[in-house]
């Protein structure tokens, strides 16, 4: 299949009949979407080479049209995503773990959308052991609703229980899915990710037969709005991907709220990442809040810069702002606003709904054509499930460590070794 066309029709049913896990075919029988595994876009990404693609987090239903949108324009394979403290058990947004992939599929399918799209369930964080019976009970939940990625983020925790607390919830992941796990807590310039960290937590996983598809590093970023264009550090993170090319994981970058479009393409070109989070951008955008080149939102006088014209209505938009300051809510946690708002944002005339959609498809098509290089891998996704017959296109990495030195004794015995540190409390938003 050559680049450069969009799938045609004939391939495109092929695609359907073959590509789609089986949750999915079980939850919508009829459907037309191509939702597939998460291993499936690191694939494209990896064929097309130097590129990776947004995953776009869900915070409402016009980042999903606006995501999808731009991801057919561009012709690239997507993900859209919702992460634990967005849409878990005490969610603030109304997308969620449990109905993200019934939105993607209805709207998908509402606006004909033919590319290859991953439903990620991004950052299931776990800050301590004796969380994981939870875990264990909710994740296979998560993959019954739909989810066909997931993020497994224990990386609060020291690296022995971050390792550990993986292989026992990675049991509850279907081995079709798509994996990312994480080493470094993401928080910016303090306790930054090493070579010897991320090389400890995959080659575990090795022993045990687990082959992650992405690590996500602390690698100078952080999270939400940002004040400033300190971020991401390349080198560390081109370091850190060289370090662990015998066992063909690929990066996942959170935290580009903050990265000039210039950094993102170095991201691209320099190291081996193929996914890269946007939240807090997305959802700004949507709303009509300004926004830069880094992804920032503009403030004026501590508070957020509406755009007159743009996004919700203005007499919304002063409910909404009203609403925040009668919480006492800061202007990071204004991203609490999406639930209590979401059925007065659906309730906004047709014009102003499309204009918000608009304006994420704008931004997140720049995005995967101009910065992360992600055009026309559509077709390349469709190319790895055909030559892998299926839904599962397996595992990019065969086993090279030996399990019998990755017992948990052993285990707990090399991660005293490792010099790295878990700095300030981070949060979870890209």
Known sequence: MAQ???????????????GRPPNIQKLFPSSRALL????VIDRAMRRKGKAMTIAANARNTFVIRGALKAAQRANAAIIIEIARSEGGASAYCPVNYWNIATYVDAIANELGITVPVAIHADHYGLKKPDELPVAEVEVPTMFEAGITSIA??????????????????????PAWAGLETEVGEIKGKEGLSTPEEALFLIQGLNAHGVHADWIALNNGTTHGIEASDAGIQVELTARIHEALTPYKVSGAQHGTSGNSSDRLRQIAQRTMTTKANVATALQMLSWGVKVNDYGNVELQNGQLVKVPGQGVTESLWAEMMQHAKDKGWKTGDTKKLNLPF??????????????MVQAVEDFTFKLLTD????????????????????????????????KQEWTEAKIRARAGSLAGAKGPQGNFDD
């Open 36 to 39: 597939v595994s998460g291993k």
């Open 371 to 402: 910065v992360f290089n992600a055009r026309d891998t559509a077709p390349l996704a469709v190319e790895a499930i055909f030559e892998a017959s299926g839904f599962d296109v397996g595992p990019k990495a065969t086993v090279k460590e030996n």
């Open 4 to 18: 450069n066309r969009e799938i045609d029709r004939q391939t495109y049913n092929k695609a359907l009949e073959m």
């Open 152 to 173: 497994i983020d224990a990386s609060h925790m020291p690296d022995d229980d971050n390792l550990l607390s993986t292989l026992a919830l990675v049991k509850h992941v």
């Open 342 to 355: 979401d059925n007065k944002l659906l309730g906004q005339p047709t014009a102003v709904r499309e204009r």
